[in-house]
């Protein structure tokens, strides 16, 4: 793997000796990537997880893998990010282990083999065109924009997302008239934000299935949610975009209109749940990985009314959707 020093038993010990100066490494650098400002300090962030790699932090060879997949501070390398994933996974990340046969083969069931195999084997069963194809999208409607693709995620790709979310889930939030995101009682349910610190590279890889199917660049994306609904949690009626003519949403729009919205659904063992679009008299619901996709603006960038809609309350069970908000610019940090 080019660029990346592999552990052999010859420097097993001198990466042992390094590994305190290598937690505070990543200490220090997992601060400033959850600073607001972490721009200013990306460059500096990515040199100390590089050298923690080198000195055998599993932790931030893994962190690495995402800023080369995500071209944070480095040029975008999905090659480079699968080959820190199998520095990562010898080094005895559990995380990295798995993502790697997640991506290797992401319509199995995710177990782990006996014995452990050759790490090297299955970073090379990668396929990242596999990863990044998808099925054919199937109009649901042209005014507005409505677009399904089934099998969008497999269901070992969902029960990733909902594990890496369920144990840090909290009230869902609106953006309100200054920019703040708040509760409101228009929307009861829960949810997980994906800020940087909380990503991996499987995550990246379907943000970028999501980008390619709705054909706008990633750096669009807000932060990522994965929500959950329990018996009766809802979003209420509401549109995804923000009103230009609503002066408390004129600071929003300055910094980029919400153009585009993506729902993956997780699970299906619940009842109800449906995303609901009335003014067209429409209720879906997918099943297990399948995607719906609208446009919230009207094909000269003008607010599309018709796309009020609402998540409604699963009657039982319990709903887990992926949430993907795109803009018409880079949104400002959260």
């Known amino acids: ?43 500096r962030v990515s040199e100390m997880l590089d050298t923690a790699s080198r000195a055998g932090s599993a932790q931030a060879t893994e962190l690495c893998a995402l800023f080369d997949a995500m071209g944070i501070a480095r040029p975008q390398s999905w090659d480079r990010a699968f080959d820190r994933l199998e520095l990562a996974a010898r080094q005895g990340s559990i995380s990295a282990q798995q993502q790697l046969l997640l991506l290797a083969c992401p319509s199995a069931e995710l177990t782990f083999p006996d014995p452990v195999p050759d790490w090297a084997d299955v970073r090379r069963s990668i396929s990242l065109n596999e990863l990044l194809t998808t099925r054919p999208r199937t109009v649901v409607s042209d005014v507005p924009r ?7 995620a497999t269901p070992a790709e969902c029960r990733w997302l909902i594990d890496c979310a369920q144990s ?10 200054t920019g703040r995101q708040v509760t409101d009682p228009v929307r009861t349910n829960r949810g997980a934000q994906f800020l940087l610190h909380d990503m991996d590279v499987v995550l990246e890889v379907i943000r970028t299935r999501i980008s390619l199917a709705l054909r706008i660049p990633l750096h669009f994306f807000e932060p990522t949610q994965v929500l959950h609904y329990a018996v009766g949690e809802e979003f209420k009626i509401h549109h995804d ?6 002066v408390d949403r004129q600071r929003e729009v300055g910094h980029g209109q919400r153009i585009a919205t993506c729902l993956i659904y997780l699970n299906s063992d619940f009842e109800g749940g449906e995303t609901e679009f009335p003014s067209i008299d429409l209720r879906y619901r997918g099943e297990v990985g399948d995607a719906i996709f609208w446009a919230n603006v009207e094909v000269d960038g003008q607010p599309d009314r ?20 795109v803009r018409d610019r880079t949104p400002e940090p959260a």
């Open 306 to 325: 018709k796309t009020l809609h609402a998540g409604l309350p699963p009657t039982a069970g319990e709903k887990w959707v992926l949430s993907q908000w």
């Open 168 to 177: 840090r889930t909290s009230p869902a939030l609106i953006v309100d008239s």
């Open 1 to 43: 793997m080019e660029g990346i020093k592999r552990l052999t038993p010859g420097n097993e010990d001198n990466q042992k000796a390094n590994r305190p100066d290598a937690a505070a490494q990543v200490a220090e650098a997992l601060k400033l990537l959850r600073a607001r400002d972490f721009a200013r300090h990306r460059a």
């Open 146 to 152: 409505i677009r399904i693709i089934e099998q969008f």
């Open 241 to 246: 975009y923000f009103d230009p003519n609503d």
